[in-house]
C-alpha cells in the first residue's frame, strides 16, 4: 500500500497530471526509442539533455537537436512516427509510478482531473491505458491540443478550461523543470514529483 505524499490544500479543486515520468515510468523507454531513432541519422542524445527537454513535443526536440549537430533532417514527420513506433514496442515495459497514481486514486471522483502532456494524443491515450488510469481523467490534453508548448502555460491552461476549473484552483504534477515552468506561468500550484520516487 503506498502511503499518500499529498493532500489537497483548501483552495485547490482541480488535478492536473503531466503523464511521462509523472503518471507512467517511461521515461528509461522513451529514450532507448531516441537513440534508437536518432542513431542512423548521427545525431547524439545524452540523457542529462533528453531529461533537460522533458515536457517538449517530439517534432520539436528533432529540430533542436539536428540544428545543434549541424544535420539537416528532411522529413521530422517520419522520424517523429519512428521514434513514437519505437517506444510502443516497449510500452508492456511501462509501470505505473506509484506516489503518484496513489495521489490520483484518492482524489479520483472528488475532484475533477486532467492529464496535460508534451506527448501525443495516440502515445499518451495508449499509455494510460497500458495502466488503466484513462477513465480516472475528465480531459487529457496533448501537444496536438495547443500552438505553444511547455514551458509556456497552454497545456494547463487548456486543460483547467476543460474541466471547469480556475487556474488559480488548479493543482499540477510534474517531473520536470519545463513543466514547472509552465505551471508557475499558468497561475498553478505547481508539486515537483521527483523527489517522491517511484515505489
Not at 483552495?11 to 503523464?19: A, E, K, N, P, T
Not at 532507448?32 to 513535443?57: C, K, N, Q, S
Request: charged content about 20%.
Amino acid at each position: 500500500m503506498t502511503t499518500l505524499r499529498w493532500t489537497a490544500p483548501p483552495g485547490v479543486r482541480g488535478l492536473i497530471f503531466d503523464c511521462d515520468g509523472t503518471l507512467a515510468d517511461t521515461m528509461p523507454a522513451h529514450h532507448r526509442a531516441w537513440v534508437a531513432m536518432l542513431r542512423p541519422h548521427g545525431i547524439p542524445f545524452p540523457e542529462p539533455r533528453f531529461y533537460a527537454m522533458g515536457g517538449m513535443p517530439t517534432a520539436q526536440i528533432i529540430r533542436a537537436l539536428a540544428a545543434d549537430a549541424g544535420v539537416a533532417v528532411h522529413d521530422v514527420d517520419a522520424m517523429v512516427h519512428e521514434k513514437e513506433r519505437l517506444f510502443l514496442q516497449m510500452l508492456d515495459a511501462v509501470a505505473p509510478i506509484a506516489p503518484v497514481v496513489a495521489i490520483a486514486n484518492a482524489y479520483r471522483g472528488t475532484l475533477p482531473m486532467a492529464v496535460a502532456s508534451g506527448g501525443y494524443r495516440d502515445v499518451v491515450g495508449r499509455t494510460l491505458d497500458r495502466l488503466q488510469l484513462r477513465p480516472w481523467f475528465q480531459a487529457m490534453v496533448t501537444a496536438e491540443d495547443t500552438v505553444r508548448h511547455k514551458p509556456e502555460p497552454d497545456v494547463f491552461l487548456e486543460a483547467a478550461r476543460r474541466i471547469g476549473v480556475p487556474p488559480a484552483e488548479c493543482a499540477v504534477f510534474e517531473d520536470t523543470e519545463l513543466g514547472l515552468e509552465a505551471a508557475r506561468r499558468a497561475g498553478m500550484l505547481g508539486l515537483d514529483v521527483r523527489p517522491w520516487g517511484k515505489v
